[in-house]
């Protein structure tokens, strides 16, 4: 699980087990080049609360405006790093949704119940700072036998549910990330990712996806383990 929580100019980023070996390998990456580069300290913690490590974020400047964007800056390049990690797995939409959700200092929300954040789209070759979000998919199976996620229905040609999403959310855009689709997936359950221009955009595409993933559910007696935001990861 990955989670980061802000106060003034430092950060604490949570790391899972193959993040935290990613920090510890010298040969995959180096913190002290990323903190070199942004006016930052990036030191490895041990255990903190949750029993999960850290890598805390500091900041060496003390102008607040200046030492945020170098917070920013720095775990910009952690993110990058951990992507580099996990070779582009199709579990970076979640990965960089998770770091946004826990980060409201660096990653606002869309409103008090929204739970849409503004963070990279890791799924763009630039990465644009857009608003993002993610949908849990249904399956079946489980209780001891393999889960079966159905994804299928998002590009049936009879629920149109791809060109409703276009039409009615101005251009908002998702993508299917699941070992049948264009994004495969092997660090985490499979998932939508749901990005637009503004949080309206994203609430509106997110609610058109739960209301065909009931639709489909109520036809296919499939089911939800709907973890989200909480987000695990196996």
Same mark, same amino acid.
């Given at each position: 699980?990955f989670?980061?929580?802000?106060?003034?100019?430092?950060?604490?980023?949570?790391?899972?087990?193959?993040?935290?070996?990613? %920090? +510890?390998?010298?040969?995959?990456?180096?913190?002290?080049?990323? !903190?070199? /580069?942004?006016?930052?300290t990036? *030191?490895?913690?041990?255990?903190?609360?949750?029993?999960?490590p850290?890598?805390?974020i500091?900041?060496?400047?003390?102008?607040?405006?200046?030492?945020?964007?170098?917070?920013?800056k720095?775990?910009?390049?952690?993110?990058?790093?951990l992507?580099?990690?996990?070779?582009?797995?199709?579990?970076?939409?979640?990965?960089?949704?998770?770091?946004?959700?826990?980060?409201?200092?660096?990653?606002?929300?869309?409103?008090?119940?929204?739970?849409?954040?503004?963070?990279?789209?890791?799924?763009?070759?630039?990465?644009?700072?857009m608003? %993002? +979000?993610?949908?849990?998919?249904?399956?079946?199976?489980?209780? !001891?036998? /393999?889960?079966?996620?159905h994804? *299928?229905?998002?590009?049936?040609?009879?629920?149109?549910?791809?060109?409703?999403?276009?039409?009615?959310?101005?251009?908002?855009?998702?993508?299917?990330?699941?070992?049948?689709?264009?994004?495969?997936?092997?660090?985490?359950?499979?998932?939508?990712?749901?990005?637009?221009?503004?949080?309206?955009?994203?609430?509106?595409?997110?609610?058109?996806?739960?209301n065909?993933?009931?639709?489909?559910?109520?036809?296919?007696?499939?089911?939800?383990?709907?973890?989200?935001?909480?987000?695990?990861?196996?």
């Open positions: 699980m989670f980061i929580t802000s106060t003034y100019a430092h950060t604490l980023i949570s790391l899972c087990t193959f993040s935290a070996h990613l %920090v +510890n390998a010298s040969n995959v990456m180096n913190l002290q080049q990323i !903190g070199m /580069k942004t006016n930052c990036l *030191r490895l913690i041990e255990g903190v609360t949750t029993g999960n850290h890598v805390l500091m900041s060496s400047l003390i102008n607040r405006k200046y030492a945020i964007d170098d917070v920013r720095a775990t910009s390049d952690l993110e990058d790093a992507l580099e990690y996990i070779r582009q797995d199709g579990s970076k939409g979640r990965l960089f949704y998770d770091l946004a959700w826990k980060c409201k200092l660096l990653h606002p929300r869309g409103g008090t119940h929204s739970t849409v954040v503004q963070q990279r789209n890791p799924f763009s070759p630039n990465k644009e700072m608003w %993002v +979000n993610i949908v849990e998919l249904p399956y079946s199976g489980g209780f !001891g036998q /393999k889960k079966q996620y994804s *299928r229905f998002v590009f049936d040609n009879k629920s149109l549910l791809l060109a409703k999403i276009k039409r009615m959310t101005s251009g908002c855009m998702i993508q299917v990330c699941h070992n049948g689709a264009r994004s495969i997936t092997n660090l985490c359950s499979p998932y939508v990712f749901a990005f637009g221009k503004t949080p309206a955009q994203v609430d509106k595409a997110v609610e058109i996806l739960q065909a993933i009931q639709q489909h559910m109520s036809e296919c007696g499939c089911r939800l383990n709907n973890d989200h935001p909480h987000i695990k990861w196996t």
